[in-house]
């Protein structure tokens, strides 16, 4: 593989401006590697080879007038299925949607093609995003890089399988309940959910709306916040996008964390959570308070309803939001004629739909339903504001809060997939950033039996420079994991 | 507040599938209503907390009422390509009974 696919975003720009690298060059080895390994990891569902050079040649021609580009000039990126893209299939993994092609381009969609960066394809995902494993794709599971055998997370598995294994050098996913981050981990790839408002959500199809965010998924903190000054912003299309000046995150890679504070909730490290996970997280703890961080251990009582109160909220939201596929104005649709209008929805619905999309919206119709309404979705929504107070309590002491991305290693593919309240209980420690709208990011912290660990780190609301500081210092000063250190 | 005291039944499961409009097939029916019932007993756990005076939290954000001005945009005259049936300029629906 040519030395130039394991280059950062930030180096490949570098490298297209000073004209030492061609993008035409770049991209087609990108395609090349794809072509060799993509059959063993299976990320993406849709290639778009012929515009992506196309618009890396025209992207060079513009370099060589010396033109004015983008700040992702020339990146190869990879887009989660689950973002409309102009005249190009987007599928959001699911049988219903798999001749989509929509009318419009999503915000963040917009965004990158105006930044030069080119596209490489729409990447796999659990379906409408259900799913912490991408096993609950219509297009079949993606395997993890780091070990073929085990799961590279989800919902946003595709992307970040694809920069894990240099298949793309950036991508967006989407994380209504720990989405971008559990594959970042999974996969030893930097990932990040922003603060709720922050990135607009225009294009990207909708699975819970209060709950979800569009963020980065990369190979470094740098690129990270490269992508998120791309993407951020305000956008009248998205009526819950924060109507904020527009940031550049790379200034808060800031090298220093002396006397940041941290707090590590005990309730993130609760039963279940496995012991190498614990020790590595722990042993990052450390590493950062001997470069001058403080630390204390702190208890967040709410956290223990966190994970029953998302899965409640978000499979009602799942339930409203995915009512609007009936076959009739897009999506399948069965070829019968004979039937009246309710049979034909309900076989679309039951064609179109997969096992897990179907059992939360039907769960979600049941905890919306008259009678249990209370009982269900206004009680998850008021531990929802117990769970906001604590954190916001917390952040009174506290600058960031760290814990475990996941409590488990990754796990093999068919492992939890037929045991849907067991892979439920994954999204433990992400679900919390969710329900309360705050920023959270996944950094590789180490390996156990030649898995990857990620190490989370949670700020408050549109903090994300704190993230930044301390996760940049952490990458400056220990470097990133690589699985042959720990071999 | 209803009280439920035991599981979903099949024929509940049934019901609220025919109200998401969702058919089920007889596997379905048997996997899920073991499955559900088993997401039910877990979501059990939030009874414990106590949330008398606590507002629920819809949003996590501040915003209320954006609103814009009432100016005329293009329409997306390309929505129309999606349909997957379609008559002359309509949309062709199902009959309803």
Redesign the interface.
Known sequence: MPNYLELSAYEIVEKVKAHELRVEDYIASLYERIGKIEKEIHAYITLTKELALKKAREIDKRIKKREKVGKLCGVGIAVKDNMCTKGIRTTCASHMLEDFFPPYDATVVERIYDEDSVMIGKMNMDEFAMGSSTEHSYFGPTHNPCDLRMVPGGSSGGSAAAVASSMATLALGSDTGGSIRCPASFCSTVGLKPTYGLVSRYGLIAYANSLEQIGPITKDVRDCALLLSCIAGHDPLDSTSVNKPQEDYMKYLIDDVDEVNIGVPCELFGEGTQEHVAKSVWDAVSKLEGLGAGYEEISLKSLHYALPAYYIIAMSESSSNLARYDGLRYGYRVPDKSYDWSTVFSKNRRLGFGFEVKRRIILGTFALSAGYYDEYYLKAQKIRTLIKRDFETAFEKFDVLVGPTLPVLPFRIGEKVEDPLEMYMCDVDTVPANLTGIPSISIPCGFSKGLPIGLQIMAPPFREDLLFRVAFTFQKNFGFARLKDYE | ????KKG?SKRE?EH??????????KK?VN??TH??N???T??A?????D?ED????????D?VN?L?KDEVKPS?E??F?????TKGRF?K?????
């Open positions: 507040m209803v009280k439920r979903l499961i609220i599938a025919w109200l998401a409009r969702i058919q089920l097939s379905e996997l899920f499955q559900l088993d997401i039910l877990y979501f756990k939030i009874d414990e907390v949330t606590i507002p629920p939290a819809y949003h996590v954000l915003l954006v814009r997306l390309e929505t390509q999606t349909v997957p049936q949309v629906a199902p009959r309803m009974t």
